[in-house]
Structures are given as structure tokens and as C-alpha cells.
């Protein structure tokens, strides 16, 4: 069977993808990757085939001047009926993932194709629950005032009808397909896949059944740079700092690199999109994150859902600097189990000298560790066979 999986995102949200590929090629499956040009090398490195979809999301995160956040909407949307489409001929299952406009219109590419469809989170906080806040939409806020869990869920539809369903339904009708009225519905579906792990990202229960399959890892057995293997053994065990796929914060690159040698700790700094670089600390670029955090002291990162997960599983201790979407979420379960601290990106030097004692303390990386002894990675393959039943 060939199964499309669909997303738009950074490394972070295609790396699970390519996990479930790889688990699906080796119960007889053929997966294509159907996302944007950034991730071909790393899909190329592990056979995996890649449709390249949409422009890069490099140029979406990094580009010049503010986007018209609706008419980019609209465009992802529109790809998705356009080349989307065409890729998933044949197909026996779409998997759905990214972006909420461009897993609408996958939704829609599957439904037109009579193909079934699953929509996969790697966060519980983007699926419907009384238990959570739902996240703000672009130009479509949700007010601190609003505190009724009936009346943050009647919010949460209005806004995902109020940023899409116009596009959305202007495509669906020249497909042939009949309008949506609920769009949070059809694009959460009625029952949503959580790949996510259950102890660092629980599901609390809510409004919509939740299929549970544990994060979907991929084993990394890329060896680390002869050089970066030199620096790791050439003194004591560094700090790594990146910001993967995000902008940097103004500033904080150098106040935590001071803060980070002022406790007598050397620095390696992820390169990231943001091009980062700074005077003595060995810079990497694309690198085996899951061989790389074993041997580090603490890691400083944005709290993306990949980066933490990879990061609590390698047991390291953990400093999150978030910046939108579900980094908060991720910073605040960094916190609350103990496996390190967070701090905003505008917070003077002194919030981030005592984020990083914190996450320095013995008693830290003794808790990184027993929490990383309890972090499945058999979600991949359990998504493959649960995948392979539904299309059946």
C-alpha cells in the first residue's frame, strides 16, 4: 500500500514523519513524504521518497517584511488541492500533520480522493479540551477575560472558522465538495491522533477521542564529526545552545553564553536557521541531536515539541525559551517534571542565571534521567500498524 504523509513544518514536525515512513517501509509499505523542500536531504539520508510541496518554510520563517498571514493561508490551502492532489493519486491512506490551513486542505484532498485520512498532533494543547486553553489563531485572539469552558470552546470554533473556512470552502466548491461548516471538526476529525509522549505530554481528556501512540522517534546512528567528538573529550561537558527553526532573541545569544562560561562550562551552538555564531564556541550545523544531548551538561532550546522530546529522552537537563505556538506548553512540563527550568526571551540576565542553576543541579540531571528511563519509543511502530489496519 502507499501511504502519503502530508505536512508543513520545520525539521521538528517532519523527522516524526520520517519515523512512521520508515516503520511503514518495514511492515511492506511504501510512505511518501509530501512537504516542503527543506527536509530532502535528511529524507534522502534514510531512503524515504519526498514530494516537495509548497515553498520552503525557511523563507516563510525567515523571509523579509510581515506577511499577509490571510493570503498565506489561502495559498497553503490552495497547494494542497493543486499538488497535493496529484501526488496522492493512488494512494491508500493520507496521514495529515503541519499547519492548520494546509491540513485542511490535505483533509479536503483526501475526502476528494475517497482516501482515508488521520490528523496527527505531536501536542495535546491542539486538540479540543476543556483542560486547556486553545491556542489564538492569527487575527483571532482568545482574550484573557474569557475563562468559561463553553465559552473558550464556542471561541475556539469561531476562530477556526473566522481564518480559513472562507478559502477553504472557495476550494472545496471548485473541487466539487460540498462546504464546511465546522472547521475545527473537520480538521481535528472526530478521532485525532496524539503522537506525543504520555509522560512528558499527556493527554488530559476532552471533547474528541483521542488515539494515543507515544512519540514516533527515529533512531539517529549518524556518527558525531571527528571534530565535535574532539571538543566533547577535550574538557568538561559543554552546554548546548540552539534555537533550531526559530529567530533568536534579540541579545540573548550573548548573555546566555556568558552566563554559561561564567559556571565554568564550555558552549555548543546549534547554527539553526538563525545562522548563530559566537566568539569561541564550537558551532554545528545538521547533527545527530539524539547522540549530541547524552554528552552535554544542559541544553537551551526554543521547546519545540521535537527538540524537547528528543531532548528529555537523552536525559539531559533543560532550559526552554519559548516563543509561540505550543513552546510555553513544553516549557511548563519541562518545569513541572522537575527536568529543568524556563525563562521568556525578554528576561534580563539575571532570570537566565537562575533558569540555568537550576537546570545545573545535580538533583536536575538525576531527575532528566529517571524521567527519560520512563520515555517509550515504540510510537512509530505502533502508528505504522494502527495506519495499516485503518486503511485495510
Sequence with gaps: MRVILSTY???????????????????????VVCAPP??????????????????????????????????????????????????????GAIVTSGLLPVVAGAQSVAELLGVPSVNVSYCPIFLPSPHHRPLPLPG??????????????????????GFIREPLNRYRAEAGLPPVDNVREFVRTPRPWLAADPVLAPWPG?????????????ADERPLAPELEAFLGAGPAPV???????????????????????????????????????????????????????????????????????????????????????????????????????VTAGSPAAALEVALDVALRPGTRTRAAAVAATVRTDGAAVAARRLLELAD
Excluded at 520508515?22 to 510512505?31: I, T
Excluded at 483571532?140 to 472558522?161: F, K, Q, S
Aim: hydrophobic letters at 45%; glycine letters at 12%.
Design 9 to 31: 513544518d520545520s525539521r521538528g514536525g517532519v523527522e516524526p514523519l520520517a519515523a512512521l515512513a520508515v516503520q511503514l517501509r518495514s511492515l511492506g509499505s511504501e510512505a
Design 38 to 91: 527543506d527536509c530532502a536531504e535528511r529524507l534522502a539520508e534514510l531512503g524515504v521518497p519526498l514530494v516537495a510541496i509548497g515553498k520552503p518554510t525557511r523563507e516563510v520563517v525567515h523571509g523579509s517584511g510581515v506577511p499577509d498571514v490571510k493570503q498565506l493561508a489561502a495559498d497553503f490551502i490552495g497547494v494542497q488541492f493543486d499538488q497535493l492532489a496529484e501526488a496522492a493519486q493512488g494512494a
Design 140 to 161: 483571532h485572539p482568545v482574550p484573557a477575560g474569557v475563562t468559561d469552558p463553553e465559552a473558550l470552546d464556542a471561541l475556539d470554533i469561531a476562530n477556526y472558522n
Design 206 to 218: 476532552g471533547r474528541v477521542d483521542v488515539v494515543r501512540t507515544g512519540a514516533w522517534f527515529l
Design 240 to 342: 548546548y545552545l540552539s534555537f533550531g527553526s526559530m529567530p533568536a532573541p534579540e541579545g540573548f545569544v550573548a548573555r546566555a553564553v556568558e552566563a554559561i562560561r561564567a559556571r565554568g562550562h564550555r558552549v555548543i551552538l546549534g547554527r539553526g536557521w538563525a545562522e548563530l555564531d559566537a566568539e569561541d564556541c564550537f558551532v554545528v550545523g545538521e547533527v545527530n541531536q539524539q547522540a549530541l544531548l547524552r554528552r552535554v551538561a544542559a541544553a537551551i532550546h526554543h521547546g519545540g515539541a521535537g527538540t524537547t522530546t528528543t531532548a528529555t529522552r537523552a536525559g539531559v537537563p533543560q532550559v526552554v525559551v519559548p516563543q509561540w505556538s505550543d513552546q510555553p506548553y513544553f516549557a511548563g512540563r519541562v518545569a513541572a517534571l522537575g527536568i529543568g527550568a524556563s
